[in-house]
């Protein structure tokens, strides 16, 4: 019986052994993540009636829910438009809990990267593209967070996006 039960000590030993060298290869200095589910959002939300010299929220309506990180990176492109001919606009992310804001809410959220401001030539109305970019770490699993962004005429008339693309993307 003695016998027996060293020979199945053995047997698991070796088991364990050679399942611990199953797999990936550990190779000093690296840290391999094993693969986990993550969150994503695409959306291209209608054109916003835009904002004059008191910014207001564009109401775009994205959000996402982290599941594993609670690390998110945000993307959002678009071409502004300004009513007025050698003015321009500034846009900037902005993300928060709760009801998301609608178009033409009063600014709100957390601001997200910086604040970019596109000057248009002397055509009103012409389309100037931008691109807004952010990571925001430490978000609550299991939250759902809305995505927005803020706009603002720099002088006067009215500053709108257009043609936008949100995309998130847990990490």
């Not at 009801?99 to 389309?127: F, R």
Request: hydrophobic share 40%.
């Amino acid at each position: 019986m003695k016998r027996y039960l060293l020979m199945k000590r053995h047997l698991l030993l070796l088991a364990l052994l050679l399942g611990s060298s199953v797999g990936t290869p550990a190779f000093a200095g690296t840290t391999t993540y094993g693969q986990h589910y993550s969150s994503s959002v695409q959306s291209s939300p209608s054109n916003p009636t835009g904002a004059g010299t008191t910014g207001k929220m564009m109401g775009l309506a994205g959000s996402i829910t982290p599941l594993y990180t609670g690390n998110v990176l945000i993307l959002i492109s678009g071409d502004l438009t300004s009513s007025i001919a050698a003015d321009g606009g500034q846009v900037q992310i902005r993300y928060g809990t709760g009801t998301a804001p609608s178009n033409g809410a009063t600014i709100t959220g957390t601001a997200l990267g910086g604040l970019v401001t596109l000057s248009t030539p002397g055509t009103a109305a012409a389309k100037f593209p931008f691109a807004l970019n952010a990571i925001v770490t430490g978000l609550t699993i299991g939250t759902v967070y809305w995505i927005d962004i803020s706009c603002t005429a720099v002088t006067g008339g009215t500053a709108a996006p257009a043609d936008i693309s949100l995309s998130a993307y847990e990490l």
